[in-house]
């Protein structure tokens, strides 16, 4: 579906991007959709920018793609109909309804409204991919609800979002590409491989030698020393029988730690 050297973005699944601010996840997402110029990225096995078959294709939205100011939300809902063939009215406005937008000028709606406004139009829109921008902000923790709603319906279609919010979207992700890095894995693999090491100082050092790897971060707490190591490749079952041996600890850690943690490394 979306493809460069340093990644793929398959077909059906729904993916988070993520990076620290100014990092560039808008460019990349612009790029994907077509807006900006790109080198070696392909969309639907074609070189997206200002190509129709991919932009018909394709729709991109969030806070730093405004829709039109002075239109009122059932025009906009025209040229969204206008717009894509694969057009649902009855779904945009199943979404107005759940998300409480009122009937107004675009202009006169709040940040969060935007959002929504923005969220409606690209599930509406029936694109087969559908990029994010941060689409959450604004909105107040009901609406954000419906919003995580929204995606679980439409898993199965090709989701790019961008996010800050790893935790509470964790549960709706299927990979995640880390722009600091450019590292991109699955979430289960993420979670399930990336793990905290805590013990006596001498402890962790004979594990992680025993294990051959790298902390990706460490630090010094009441407990002993806690480490964040990548065991991916080893196998997470193979640590927790070797710190059995050392009286270490081994536990997990959520998502937004492992991206943090392998950011941190910038691993290529």
């Not at 992700?173 to 006596?200: F, P, Q, S």
């Not at 992680?208 to 991916?232: C, F, M």
Request: hydrophobic fraction near 40%; include cysteine; charge should be negative.
């Amino acid at each position: 579906m979306v493809t460069s050297k340093s990644y793929e973005l398959d077909q059906g699944l729904t993916h988070g991007v993520v990076g620290p601010n100014g990092i560039g996840k808008t460019t990349l997402l612009r790029k994907i959709a077509g807006q900006q110029p790109s080198k070696g990225l392909k969309v639907f096995g074609q070189e997206p920018f200002d190509n129709r078959a991919v932009m018909d294709r394709t729709i991109l939205m969030g806070i730093d793609n405004p829709l039109v100011d002075g239109w009122n939300i059932a025009k906009l809902m025209r040229l969204g109909k206008a717009r894509w063939a694969t057009w649902n009215a009855e779904r945009a406005y199943e979404l107005q309804d759940r998300f409480e937008l009122p009937s107004k000028n675009y202009s006169a709606l709040s940040r969060g409204q935007k959002s929504a406004m923005g969220i409606i139009m690209a599930v509406a829109s029936g694109c087969e991919l559908m990029l994010l921008d941060e689409p959450y902000l604004g909105l107040d923790v009901e609406k954000r609800q419906v919003f995580y709603d929204v995606l679980r319906e439409e898993h199965g279609r090709t989701i790019v979002i961008s996010t800050h919010h790893l935790n509470e979207l964790s549960g709706h992700l299927d990979t995640v590409l880390m722009l600091n890095g450019m590292k991109h894995g699955a979430v289960e693999e993420l979670i399930d491989g990336i793990l905290e090491l805590t013990g006596r100082s001498e402890n962790v050092d004979r594990l992680l030698n025993r294990l051959q790897v790298k902390p990706l971060s460490r630090e010094s707490t009441a407990l002993g020393e806690r480490v964040i190591v990548d065991a991916i490749s080893l196998g997470p079952d193979h640590v927790f029988d070797a710190a059995g041996d050392v009286d270490v600890r081994v536990q997990e850690v959520n998502l937004e730690r492992a991206v943090l943690a392998l950011g941190e490394e910038g691993l290529a």
